[in-house]
């Protein structure tokens, strides 16, 4: 006979939250700009696992004026810089910035304005929520949803993996893994002090081989110090990094303040993979960083995340409508705008990778030769036609040379 088991009681099913239009899992700067291009009548739900928009913060918020003020962001949301300098160990470029104006964003209150665009809209959101998988049930998305209430159920007709790296719904559902390359980052922000407030400064060689380090003033008094490197081309720890940069003489070479009382911590991840030319996959769709769409040469993500994630929204809202190619065409103009330049972005991103100090030195070099606007196309990663011919024609001279 069985044993009876006094104490198991029937697992009770996970309550079902209503119905949506769209889930969107990720509230960060893509999935909160696919929520703000829907139509307002579009249902959609943003489940989000941290407790706030825009904190923690994990990122610098480097950006381009032009960018985002066609983007629309309110003027609060930026600070302006207007010069730059670039050291590796022995050499430095310098640039006054006339043309092509940098922006420090301050990322809370920009992802917070985000949130904003889409608060009269039919959407959820639903804060220090964790989305943790999903399964495909009669032409629907039913995904499971871990509240402060508990677990939930949410049926869906689309689901956008706006999750950054994590790629959180793709992998749920087998479509994707998260890359194994990726860039890590630490960040002190402290005073300012005396630093000057649009100055940026970027800095390369045996302090961040592998990737680079920033120093970024902010609109708030404080500046940014950053290392980050790329695993695993590089096995070294961002946060010893930091501590030797601090410790080395570097700071007051580069003329910049030492961090003191009032020192914060930031810290994220990024992918650093090739650009992938498939976005959709029936009805899950990624954008921003889950569709590797930040840029290959610096890691800049944030104005690309919130165009990509704008136009995914218009998107849905056609396909939710019954337009069968608005999808489609989304992923086909995605891979209009960034596939070349990402493609050689990112072979340009692995060679440097592997740079040493020596090489550092003398791509300083070079980049103390360029003018403001070439400076600012190889940061942006967009690449001429000339641009590159001019730089496979070097790396195949190089190679020859090394053969003879
Ligand atoms: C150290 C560092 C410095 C950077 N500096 C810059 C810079 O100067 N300029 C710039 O433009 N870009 C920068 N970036 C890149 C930029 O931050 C990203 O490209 C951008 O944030 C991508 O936006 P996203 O919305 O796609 O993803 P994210 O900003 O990563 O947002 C995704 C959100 O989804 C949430 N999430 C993940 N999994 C789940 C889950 N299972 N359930 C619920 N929620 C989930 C996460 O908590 C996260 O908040 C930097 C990145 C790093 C790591």
């Not at 498939?278 to 840029?295: E, H, K, P």
């Not at 040493?356 to 403001?372: K, Q």
Request: proline share 7%; with cysteine.
């Amino acid at each position: 006979m069985p044993r009876s088991l006094p104490n198991a009681r029937p697992k009770p099913l996970p309550e079902a939250l209503p119905d949506c239009d769209v889930l969107i899992v990720g509230g960060g700067p893509a999935g909160l700009s696919v929520a703000s291009a829907l139509p307002p009548q579009v249902r959609s739900v943003i489940v989000h696992q941290d407790k706030e928009i825009g904190l923690p913060v994990r990122t610098s918020g480097v950006s381009w004026l032009a960018d985002v003020q066609a983007l629309g962001l309110p003027e609060a949301c930026y600070h302006p810089i207007y010069r730059t300098d670039i050291y590796s160990d022995h050499e430095t470029a310098h640039f006054e910035i006339t043309s092509h104006t940098v922006v420090a964003l301050d990322v809370t209150a920009t992802y917070r304005h985000l949130a904003s665009l889409s608060e009269d809209h039919e959407r959820r959101l639903l804060l220090n929520t964790k989305y943790r998988g999903s399964r495909h049930e009669g032409g629907q998305i039913v995904s499971r949803l871990r509240t402060p209430e508990g677990e939930k159920t949410l049926r869906a007709r689309y689901l956008v993996d706006a999750s950054g790296w994590h790629c959180a719904a793709l992998q749920s559902l087998g479509l994707a893994q998260p890359p194994r390359r990726r860039a890590v980052g630490i960040e002190y922000e402290y005073p300012l002090q005396d630093m000057d407030p649009h100055r940026v400064v970027l800095f390369f060689g045996r302090h961040a081989l592998s990737a680079y380090g920033w120093a970024l003033p902010t609109g708030a008094g404080t500046v940014r110090l950053g290392i980050g490197i790329i695993q695993p081309d590089s096995t070294a720890s961002p946060k010893e990094l930091m501590e030797g940069f601090l410790a080395s003489g570097e700071l007051e070479r580069m003329g910049l303040p030492r961090p003191g009382d009032g020192m914060h911590v930031n810290a994220g991840i990024l992918p650093s993979a090739p650009y992938e030319r498939q976005l959709v996959y029936g009805n899950v769709i990624r954008v921003g960083d889950s569709a590797n769409m930040a840029t290959p040469t610096l890691g800049e993500g944030i104005r690309t995340a919130i165009a990509s994630g704008r136009e995914l929204g218009t998107a849905l809202g056609a396909a939710v409508a019954g337009n069968e190619t608005a999808l489609a065409r989304y992923e086909r103009d995605s891979a209009k705008r960034y596939e070349r330049n990402y493609q050689f972005g990112f072979l340009t991103n692995s060679r440097a990778a592997a740079y040493g100090p020596d090489d550092w030195d003398r791509a300083v070099r070079r980049i103390r030769r360029l003018d403001e606007a070439s400076l600012a196309a190889a940061f942006r990663s967009e690449f001429t036609w000339p641009m590159i011919a001019r730089t496979m024609a070097k790396s195949a001279w190089s190679k020859l040379r090394g053969r003879s």
